[in-house]
């Protein structure tokens, strides 16, 4: 490999590494931001779990449990991101770095 196609390498080497260092940040933000979903997720299943049965089978009931379970799934997005989100990039980058 000549140099040019070398120094082409190495940018995208650097890029990458820049790359990783912003994900570090919206990791953090994503960690905070999944802390807050789990919190109020938690705290309405809490006030389902508290109506008397009687208004858990109500309209009010059905939509507590529909937040619920919105704000788990958008956890369950928030997690998924948090477990994979650099996988491919990692892999990628440990590929360039064979190459340099």
């Known amino acids: ?4 196609r070398r120094k ?9 590494y820049e790359a990783k260092s912003l994900y570090d ?3 953090g933000k994503v960690e905070e931001a999944n802390a807050f979903i789990q919190e109020a997720k938690d705290e309405e299943q809490a ?3 508290n109506l008397p049965e009687g208004l858990q089978g109500s309209s009010r009931g059905a939509e507590m ?3 619920v379970d919105n704000l788990q799934e958008i956890e369950d997005y928030l997690d998924n ?3 994979n989100g650099l996988v491919d990039l ?3 980058d440990r590929c360039l770095d064979n190459l340099i």
């Open 8 to 16: 082409l390498i190495e940018q995208a080497s650097q890029l990458i």
């Open 25 to 27: 940040v919206a990791n």
């Open 65 to 67: 449990e529909e937040w």
């Open 90 to 92: 990692e892999e990628a």
């Open 81 to 83: 991101f948090l477990q």
């Open 1 to 4: 490999m000549n140099k040019q």
């Open 47 to 49: 006030s389902f779990d």
